[in-house]
């Protein structure tokens, strides 16, 4: 059975950093791309970031580009979203992905996770 867990989250005053974690099984890292995805109140879902199956290349949402960095862990299949220098509009439900292929699109995805919260105070 696929599964994709995420944890991490929380609620952190601006400037400070979180790091999320995506625990998945079911399959392996260098098996399939992974991505990440958020979901603010009131807008649709946005993918950030994802790391490939190939090679760990990484690649990012313009707006989190210089602050956030994707890694993985391939021997205990586990994805990490390192997000530094958090602001407000950081603020949204954020979900790990299984990606069929190697785009930050939720066209790409056949798997989510349920989503972790994370709340940025100003």
């Known amino acids: 059975e696929v599964q994709l867990v995420e944890s991490g989250g929380g609620l952190v005053q601006a400037g400070e950093s979180v790091r999320l974690s995506c625990a998945v099984s079911g399959f392996t890292l260098d098996e399939y791309t992974i991505g990440w995805f958020r979901q603010a109140p009131g807008k649709e879902r946005e993918g950030i970031a994802c790391?490939?199956?190939?090679?760990?290349?990484?690649d990012y949402r313009a707006s989190v580009r210089g602050r956030f960095t994707v890694s993985r862990d391939v021997a205990n299949n586990t994805v990490y979203l390192q997000m530094n220098g958090l602001k407000p509009e950081d603020t949204a439900r954020y979900y790990c992905a299984r990606l069929r292929f190697l785009l930050m699109v939720r066209s790409a995805v056949d798997y989510w996770g349920q989503g972790t919260q994370v709340s940025v105070s100003s």
């Open positions: 790391i490939s199956k190939v090679d760990g290349s990484t």
